[in-house]
């Protein structure tokens, strides 16, 4: 009798420790950042771009698409990050609560002179968000970043 009072108490805190266990995950995200360098010189999209080349030539004008960097994070929520994407680049990432589906996401974009995006936005999982960067005067082209939250 004594050992299913003691039982009844440890069976319901294991089940709190379970239900916490799956608040935790739910409280985490993971972001892939794609660096593009964007040109009118040629007629070609990089293979690993073909998931974005819809949203690529309708919202930027160029004829050539082509892959600089790729890299993932996963991060907490709250919680921070910094994506590298080579060449400089790099991405700092800092996650806040959101409501629903939606992750918010502050995003400070730099290559190793200066800062080049420093914004915030609220943003579906699974949906790409598609920065236009600074533009590449001695390649004649602009940068483009990728942020897609999962």
């Keep these: 009798m004594n050992i299913r009072k003691l039982l009844a108490p440890a069976t319901l805190l294991a089940i709190c420790f379970q239900f916490a266990a ?3 995950s739910a409280q985490q995200t993971s972001v892939s950042a794609t660096l593009i ?3 009118s010189q040629g007629e070609s ?5 073909k998931a974005y080349e819809g949203n690529l030539k309708r919202l930027f004008k160029y004829s050539s698409y082509k892959l600089q960097g790729r890299s993932n994070a996963n991060l907490s929520i709250p919680g ?3 994506i590298s994407l080579g060449s400089g680049h790099r991405v700092e990432l800092n996650a806040q609560p959101s409501d629903g589906s939606k992750v918010r996401l502050s995003v400070k ?3 190793s002179r200066r800062m080049l995006l420093n ?3 609220n943003q ?3 949906k790409p ?3 236009g960067g600074p533009s590449a005067p001695s390649q004649n082209g602009n940068l483009i970043l990728v942020l897609l939250p999962k």
């Design 37 to 39: 360098f964007a040109s």
């Design 22 to 24: 799956l608040d935790a």
């Design 109 to 111: 974009w730099s290559d």
């Design 45 to 49: 999209i990089d293979p690993a771009l």
């Design 119 to 121: 914004t915030t936005f």
């Design 80 to 82: 921070k990050s910094t």
């Design 124 to 126: 579906d999982r699974g």
């Design 129 to 131: 968000l598609i920065l």
